[in-house]
């Protein structure tokens, strides 16, 4: 089975800190995901990378970053914290290289509060 | 751009019964996916079943099934025989069907609950 895991289950962060959400997969996906989930809102996607040291923006990239220098890895960085970015985040991850429409595979979701 | 509308916030159902939940969705594209994604209470949100646009027969997985209306771009999840477990967000999710990179687009959810 594919796993996607994602470093902390529950994080409360300060305004103004700087923030990494860590996401790990062992199953050498090409693609990997960033979404955020707010109630009534669903799923935005935030960034995603097609592979290593690749990324794009997604739906909503304003205050974020992402790395991936490792195919395994995909980070989300919060450059400045602010309260509005007070969520549930999750990542995913899919094979990709030209394979089409593969499923995504999601791991268990950081809940991070920003006081 | 497309769009996918859950219009039921919440549902609930009794163990055994039958439930419906409701998908709608907008494109203008004539070859997609779409898929329901159950999410239960604090676990991790795993696909439950996919429909390939292309495809007239609805797909089926087990207790869940879906009927898949292209003409009126509706798509909705039938799950029988209920059981405690199905108790879980659920949401439904369009992707294009493409070579390039696509990504999904997901509704607003539809939290079920399964009373016993």
């Known amino acids: 089975d594919v796993k996607v895991t994602q470093s902390s289950r529950y994080l409360v962060k300060r305004t103004g800190e700087k923030v990494f959400l860590e996401c790990v997969q062992d199953?050498?996906?090409?693609?990997m995901f960033w979404y955020r989930q707010d109630p009534g809102l669903g799923l935005r996607l935030i960034y995603f990378s097609y592979d290593v040291k690749m990324k794009e923006k997604g739906d909503i990239p304003e205050g974020y970053s992402v790395s991936r220098e490792k195919k395994e890895r995909f980070s989300l960085i919060l450059e400045s914290a602010s309260t509005n970015q007070t969520s549930m985040y999750l990542c995913?991850?899919?094979?990709?290289?030209?394979?089409?429409?593969?499923?995504?595979?999601f791991g268990d979701g950081t809940r991070l509060s920003i006081l | 751009a497309q769009t996918v509308t859950q219009s039921q916030p919440e549902m609930s159902v009794q163990e055994a019964e039958t439930v419906t939940l409701s998908c709608t969705y907008d494109?203008?594209?004539?070859?997609?996916?779409l898929f329901w994604y159950k999410q239960p209470p604090s676990r991790q949100m795993i696909l439950v079943i996919r429909?390939?646009?292309?495809?007239?027969q609805n797909a089926t997985e087990n207790r869940f099934s879906v009927n898949f209306q292209k003409a009126a771009k509706s798509f909705s999840l039938k799950i029988s025989d209920s059981q405690l477990g199905d108790t879980a967000m659920y949401f439904c999710a369009f992707e294009l069907m493409n070579t390039g990179f696509q990504k999904l687009v997901f509704g607003t959810g539809t939290r079920l609950l399964v009373s016993p």
């Open positions: 429909q390939e646009a292309y495809k007239q």
């Open positions: 199953m050498d996906h090409e693609n």
């Open positions: 494109t203008s594209e004539n070859n997609y996916y």
């Open positions: 995913a991850s899919r094979l990709g290289g030209g394979r089409v429409n593969q499923p995504q595979h």
